[in-house]
C-alpha cells in the first residue's frame, strides 16, 4: 500500500524508518544505512517525512525535498512526549511519524546551506573566542607561579608579552620562556583568525538589507544583526515579537496553576548564542543610559525599581521583540518620541 507519512529517525550511519498508509496502518519499519536513504526515497512517491531538528537535519530535509517528497522538521523535546515507553530507535522514529501529523506540532523552517555557511562564521568566532580565553589564563597562570604578574585587561596582557619576548629578562627560565613563546604564538594565531573570520561576518552584514535594518536597533550592532538574520529564516514562523523573545529564552519561566500565576526566573531556553549577543548588548546600552538619563526615561524608571541585570534582561527582551517586527513587517528602528523629547 501507498506510503503517506514517514518518521524518520536519523544518525551518524544507522536510520530507522516508521511509515504509514492513509489508514494509519504501518507498511514499512526498517532501518536504513546512510548510503541507502536517497536510494530508498527516491524510490517513492512524494509523502510527508517527519524529523528531529538536530544535527544533520537541514541537510537530509534540503536533500529528500530535492526528491519531491514534504519534509517537516520538529524540536526534539516536542517529540519526546510521543515515544512510548523505553526510548529506542524505532520507538523515536514511530513517535516522530505520530507527532509530525499533530495540528499544534510546531515545525522548525529549513535552513539553506548559504544559511548556514553564515551560522558557521558566528560559530567557528565563538569557539576560537573561548581558544583565546583559554590562552591567555594559561600564559597568565604559569607566569603567575613565578611571580611575573600584570594588570587585567589589554595593557596587561601586552606587558607580559612583552616580557616573553625579551630574552634579557632573567625572571623566566630559559624552559619556561620557550614553552610561553609557544602560547604568544598561538595567541597570535587566534587573534589573526578571530579578525579575518570577523572581516568577512562584516561583509555578509553589508551585503543584507535585513542585517543591516536589525542593526539600527541600540544595542544589537553588526554581530547581533548578522547572527540574527542567519537563524531566523522566517520571522513570520513567530505569532508575535513575545514568541520571538520566548524562543531565545527571555522571557520568565512560568509554573502556573489554578488561575494563579507564578513566575521564575528567564528561561534559558532556546538559542544561547543569540540570547548572549542580546544580554551583553543590553548592559551596553544601560551604561549609555547612565550616562544620559535624559534620553531613556523608561530605563531610568526601571533602574529605580529592579536591579541592574533584571533590567537588562528585559531590555534584551525588548530588543529582541523590535528585531522580530523589523524582519517580519519591514522598516527600520525609531526612537521613541518620549525619549527624543
Not at 29 to 46: D, I
Not at 68 to 81: F, N, S, T, W, Y
Request: aromatic share 4%.
Amino acid at each position: 500500500m501507498q506510503i503517506t507519512t514517514i518518521g524518520l529517525d536519523i544518525a551518524k550511519n544507522v536510520f530507522q524508518v516508521h511509515g504509514i498508509d492513509a489508514a494509519e496502518k504501518v507498511v514499512v519499519r526498517k532501518q536504513l544505512r546512510r548510503g541507502q536513504v536517497t536510494k530508498f526515497f527516491a524510490a517513492l512517491p512524494p509523502c510527508l517525512v517527519g524529523m528531529e531538528a538536530c544535527a544533520t537535519a537541514h541537510y537530509w530535509a534540503r536533500e529528500l525535498r530535492k526528491l519531491g517528497h514534504q519534509v517537516r522538521l520538529m524540536p526534539a523535546k516536542d517529540v519526546k512526549a510521543y515515544v512510548k515507553r523505553s526510548k529506542n530507535d524505532a520507538a523515536d522514529a514511530e513517535a516522530i511519524c505520530e507527532a509530525v501529523r499533530r495540528p499544534t506540532m510546531r515545525f522548525v523552517e529549513v535552513k539553506s546551506a548559504a544559511q548556514q555557511g553564515r551560522l558557521m562564521q558566528h560559530r567557528t568566532r565563538d569557539l576560537l573566542l573561548r581558544q583565546r580565553t583559554q590562552v591567555i589564563n594559561a600564559l597568565r597562570a604559569h607566569m603567575a607561579e613565578l611571580g611575573v604578574v600584570a594588570a587585567q585587561g589589554r595593557e596587561g596582557l601586552k606587558s607580559l608579552l612583552t616580557i616573553i619576548a625579551d630574552e634579557k629578562d632573567e625572571r623566566l627560565p630559559v624552559d619556561a620562556r620557550a614553552s610561553l613563546i609557544v602560547l604568544a604564538a598561538q595567541l597570535q594565531a587566534l587573534q589573526t583568525m578571530i579578525g579575518s573570520i570577523e572581516k568577512r561576518i562584516i561583509v555578509q552584514h553589508r551585503a543584507s538589507e535585513e542585517s543591516k535594518r536589525v542593526a539600527t536597533v541600540p544595542g544589537i550592532g553588526t554581530l547581533g544583526a548578522s547572527a540574527i538574520t542567519a537563524t531566523v529564516t522566517d520571522a513570520s514562523a513567530f505569532r508575535s515579537g513575545r514568541d520571538f523573545a520566548a524562543w531565545i529564552g527571555l522571557v520568565p519561566r512560568q509554573d502556573s496553576t489554578g488561575g494563579k500565576p507564578k513566575l521564575g526566573p528567564i528561561s534559558k531556553q532556546g538559542d544561547r548564542y543569540l540570547r548572549r549577543i542580546l544580554v551583553v548588548g543590553a548592559h551596553s546600552v544601560l551604561r549609555r543610559a547612565k550616562q544620559n538619563p535624559e534620553k531613556h526615561p523608561w530605563l531610568m524608571q526601571l533602574l529605580a525599581r529592579r536591579p541592574f541585570k533584571v533590567v537588562a534582561i528585559a531590555l534584551a527582551n525588548k530588543m529582541a521583540r523590535v528585531a522580530w517586527a523589523l524582519l517580519a513587517r519591514g522598516g527600520i528602528y525609531q526612537v521613541p518620541r518620549l525619549a527624543a523629547a
